[in-house]
Nanobody, 117 residues
Framework: QVQLQESGPGLVKPSQTLSLTCTVS??????????WSWIRQPPGKGLEWMGA???????YYSPSLKSRTSISRDTSKNQFSLQVTSVTPEDTAVYYC?????????WGQGTQVTVSS
């Protein structure tokens, strides 16, 4: 069974960079033809897809976040990462990593990130 686990700081100051890592077990992030996503949920709002990295390393981003978001991977560690630059309090959210694989939806447990000075 595929398992995903987010990690990273829970508090980030405004204007700084948010960095999170998703560690994957039970499935390779290079497995054809899957895409590994970052999704967030601000308080009181719905889920927002931020972007994804494909099995081949190609990345896709939400147009609204593209200018500030970067997704990368470390295949040797079976991890993929998220960076969001120039954060504001509006970036406060629970951040999830996700993959749809073998007809199942796999989510990390989520990690709360608060942007505050």
């Amino acid at each position: 069974q595929v398992q995903l686990q987010e990690s990273g700081p829970g508090l980030v100051k405004p204007s700084q960079t948010l960095s999170l890592t998703c560690t994957v077990s039970g499935g390779s992030i290079t497995l054809l033809y899957y895409a590994w996503s970052w999704i967030r949920q601000p308080p009181g709002k719905g889920l927002e897809w931020m972007g994804a990295i494909n099995y081949d390393g190609k990345t896709y981003y939400s147009p609204s976040l593209k200018s500030r978001t970067s997704i990368s991977r470390d295949t040797s560690k079976n991890q993929f990462s998220l960076q969001v630059t120039s954060v504001t309090p509006e970036d406060t959210a629970v951040y999830y990593c996700y993959v749809g694989m073998f007809g199942q939806n796999y989510w990390g447990q989520g990690t709360q990130v608060t942007v505050s000075s």
